[in-house]
């Protein structure tokens, strides 16, 4: 065990006794010189860290209104709203001004990387800052460069550097080959899905063409109806209950069932429709992505759900399952006018001619059966991998933050086994 000392450092606790305690202004220098994006490539600051633009950032039209950022610069986001958003850059950019660009002058860039992406150091760093509310809080260079840091002799930096660089390269890899088994095991659930609605469960019955580009061959006694033929749509005014919405994996439910947060909450409620347990909801706007399904709650909803009760000898559960297979083939997309990127407008004049098909009520029963059981199967194997996948997250957090403090000693690794 290497001696260690009291930091007198809250979110640091113990360091060891070699190791020096350094405000982070004595270690980095600010850099606030503004560009223009034309003359540096515009740089995004993620979770992941540092990266070409993205397509779906925010564009802005001051173009001359950007800071400059360098290679080897460490770059972070000072809102609470995107904290984790930093990292080391690895060539030469602009970017918001609402980032903090700063130039490791006395310490290693790939130990600061690590040091300043850690957890500890990231709540250490929004303590630091002021606002009104958790959207608008941010943190300032000003206080930003109060924080002492841990400063390790540099040999120690650089075993400690090389030992996170190895040993995080290989959780990451664990993590991405868990995230393409969960993205395996979805496209398998999706395809068992599609086979069944639209084919049965029976390989070996006669077919026919259904004569619908996107259903393609159905069993022969299938019939094919139009929505407006086997349901009716509602829209009976309401106010005072529960928000009923439409989420995009097909749970129709209680607002509160979910979440509250991320809503906009309404101060007026016109245009507001009363919705049943047991109905049909499609949203207009994002039933493209899914966002159908059957409500398991009384209460009321927007008018950008279109309602449907269903005749007899159709479940609405199965209605649903059939929309939702129009949805992931794309057709809705293809179908409705877009109003906003990554939306639709998909209304009842739209989703009323559209031809879903239809076996009896015992194939329906039998298919629903069938699907509960299998698909549980598959999201049980998906729920399992995305805990293992949050456990590895948290164990590369915890291995960081024990090493750039130096809990766990790394003196004289130089890459190999560990």
């Known amino acids: 065990m290497r001696p260690m000392k009291d930091s007198g450092v809250e979110w640091l606790g113990e360091v060891p006794e070699g ?48 800071k400059l950022v360098k290679n080897g610069d460490f770059v972070i986001n000072s809102r609470s709203d995107r904290k984790g958003s930093s990292g080391l850059a690895s060539t030469d950019g602009s970017t918001s001004l609402i980032y903090i660009v700063i130039e490791p002058k006395s310490i290693s860039g790939k130990f600061s990387h690590h040091l300043l992406r850690c957890r500890a150091f990231q709540e250490e760093f929004f303590r630091w800052g002021t606002g009104i509310v958790d959207d608008l809080w941010s943190t300032r260079y000003t206080a930003m ?17 090389a030992y996170l660089d190895q040993e995080t390269s290989r959780i990451d890899t664990l993590i991405s080959k868990k995230e393409q088994l969960i993205e395996k095991l979805l496209e398998r659930r999706q395809a068992l899905i599609t086979q069944v609605v639209t084919k049965g469960l029976d390989p070996n ?45 097909g749970q129709v439910t209680l607002r509160s069932n979910r979440r509250t947060a991320g809503f906009t909450e309404a101060t007026e409620f016109h245009g507001y429709q009363r919705i049943r347990k047991g109905q049909v909801a499609v949203h207009k706007m994002d039933g493209f992505a899914g966002a159908i399904g059957v409500s398991d709650s009384d209460g ?47 209304g009842w004049s739209d989703l009323s001619w559209q031809v879903v098909p239809l076996p009896d009520i015992r194939q329906q029963e039998e298919i629903i059966t069938y699907l509960d059981q299998e698909t549980s199967q598959i999201d049980t194997l998906v729920e399992k991998t995305r805990r293992a996948i949050e456990l590895l997250k948290e164990r590369r957090q915890a291995l960081i933050t024990q090493v750039v403090t130096g809990k766990i000693d790394v003196r004289g690794f130089a890459g190999g086994n560990s």
Not at 150 to 157: H, M, S
Not at 208 to 229: C, I, N, Q, Y
């Open 145 to 161: 460069k109060m924080i002492l840091l841990p400063i390790p002799p540099v040999a120690e930096q650089a075993s400690i550097s």
């Open 19 to 66: 190791w020096s305690l350094t405000r982070l202004g004595g270690v980095f220098r600010e850099r606030r010189q503004q560009v223009n994006v034309d003359d540096f490539a515009p740089l995004s600051v993620t979770k992941a860290g540092i990266v070409p633009q993205l397509a779906s950032a925010a564009k802005s039209d001051a173009k001359d209104k950007r």
């Open 300 to 346: 009321m909803c927007s008018p950008v759900l279109t309602l449907l009760d269903c005749a007899s000898g159709l479940r609405p559960d199965y209605l649903a399952l059939t929309l939702r297979e129009i949805s992931k083939t794309g057709w809705i997309e293809a179908l409705a006018k877009g109003v906003r990127e990554r939306t639709t407008e998909f």
């Open 205 to 249: 019955v006669p077919m026919k063409d259904s004569g619908v580009e996107w259903l393609g061959e159905v069993p022969e006694d299938w019939e094919l109806k139009r929505v407006a033929h086997v349901s009716r749509r509602t829209k009976i005014p309401a106010s005072g209950l529960g928000i009923v919405t439409a989420f995009r994996d």
